[in-house]
């Protein structure tokens, strides 16, 4: 039986609490997502789901409610504990890439294994194949500078994947790049998600790519307002 990996249970999300200002941004979000699914989250602009990746990928701790992330409680856990188990469990992408400007694809890469303690001779080695597997091995020693947003996005996926994390989380991560590009980048999802059978959450605008993954979760003002099934798609190689 498939385990739970993600499991929230009324998680809140406040900001300035405890002021005349408090904001209630999550509300009451309950959601189980189990080992190996591919799930997209998607909502108007404000609705949530940037706080919510950041919950779920152990930036910030829930304001009210549990969150066991593969049976661990995050509640309870210092931040140096949080860091820990992110490095550990998640990958993430962003829209804007967020890679390092002077470092080359290779050393994007690498950076992850170097504070989960991988020796350089491991890092190197592994970081060519991760650049391999996202078709950028000839670009390896570009900066972030002379790559194209898609080249960059790849570069991204690859440094996502460094520790092979059991989780990926992708906050609009096809949101800066045009429709054939993004459509390379949503290729690449779903070939991790099926050849490695990772976790993978998506948060997108796009109605389309979101209909491609096997659960929708829509969110509304900060709470779940519909939770179905998508279509899912085949792998297109
Ligand atoms: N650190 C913060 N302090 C106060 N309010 C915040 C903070 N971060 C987010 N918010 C508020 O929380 C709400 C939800 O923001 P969030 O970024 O999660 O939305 P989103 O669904 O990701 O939107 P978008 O689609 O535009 O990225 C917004 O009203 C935002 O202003
Ligand atoms: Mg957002």
Avoid: W
């Avoid at 385990?3 to 009324?10: E, K, P, S, V, Y």
């Avoid at 959450?201 to 969110?219: D, F, G, Q, S």
Wanted: proline share 4%.
């Amino acid at each position: 039986m498939a385990r739970d990996m993600i499991q929230m249970t009324g998680v809140d999300k406040n900001y300035f609490v405890g002021t005349p200002n408090e904001l209630h941004i999550l509300k009451k979000i309950s959601l189980t997502i189990q080992e190996g699914e591919f799930v997209s989250i998607v909502g108007v602009s404000g609705s949530g789901k940037s706080t919510l990746m950041n919950l779920i990928g152990v930036l910030d701790r829930p304001s009210a409610g549990t969150y066991l992330l593969d049976g661990m409680p995050v509640n309870r856990m210092t931040d140096n504990q949080m860091s820990d188990i992110r490095c550990e469990k998640i990958g993430f992408v962003f829209q804007t890439f967020n890679l390092i400007p002077r470092n080359d694809a290779l050393k994007n890469v690498e950076l992850p294994m170097l504070y989960a303690g991988v020796d350089a001779k491991t890092r190197t080695r592994r970081s060519r194949e991760l650049l391999e597997l996202v078709g950028m091995e000839e670009r390896m020693h570009h900066q972030p500078n002379e790559l194209s947003g898609g080249q960059k996005q790849r570069v991204a996926i690859a440094r996502a994947l460094a520790n092979d994390p059991p989780i990926l989380l992708a906050d609009e991560p096809t949101g800066s790049l045009d429709s054939a590009t993004g459509r390379m980048v949503m290729d690449l999802f779903h070939r991790v998600h099926e050849e490695s059978h990772k976790t993978v959450i998506l948060v997108t605008h796009n109605p389309a790519l979101a209909e491609e993954t096997e659960r929708i979760v829509t969110i509304r003002d900060g709470e779940i307002i519909d939770d179905r099934a998508g279509g899912g798609k085949a792998v297109s190689r």
